[in-house]
Nanobody
Framework: VQLVESGGGLVQAGGSLRLSCAAS????????MGWYRQAPGKQRELVAA????????NYADSVKGRFTISRDNAKNTMYLQMNSLKPEDTAVYYC??????????????WGQGTQVTVSS
């Protein structure tokens, strides 16, 4: 599975961006997709994700009410709409896709990342 992110950039605080993640290849092997981010000097963290089976979503507390994860199955594309951006949202954002069987991580795929910079 190949994942290609786009849509990052520089935006002022309070602004919006929409990230896209286009998946290709053996997409039938994945059942969980989400967005992660990594700021300089910090660990990579979950931002938002669809749960296994895609019926529900999880969000980091820091982005609840501001970010929305969505997807277009016909286009094999996932999105992250980011509103009311804050300087602390500055990070490299990564698309992730995985196959989870029960508690076992079978496959784990990552995109190359896209930089989001929020100026104050």
């Amino acid at each position: 599975v190949q994942l290609v992110e786009s849509g990052g950039g520089l935006v002022q605080a309070g602004g919006s961006l929409r990230l896209s993640c286009a998946a290709s290849g053996s997409t039938f092997t994945i059942n969980v997709m989400g967005w992660y981010r990594q700021a300089p000097g910090k660990q990579r963290e979950l931002v938002a994700a669809f749960t296994s089976g895609g019926g529900n979503t999880n969000y980091a507390d820091s982005v609840k009410g501001r970010f929305t994860i969505s997807r277009d199955n016909a286009k094999n594309t996932m999105y992250l709409q980011m509103n009311s951006l804050k300087p602390e949202d500055t990070a490299v954002y990564y698309c992730n896709a995985r196959l989870v069987a029960g508690t076992v991580l079978v496959y784990d795929y990552w995109g190359q990342g896209t930089q989001v910079t929020v100026s104050s």
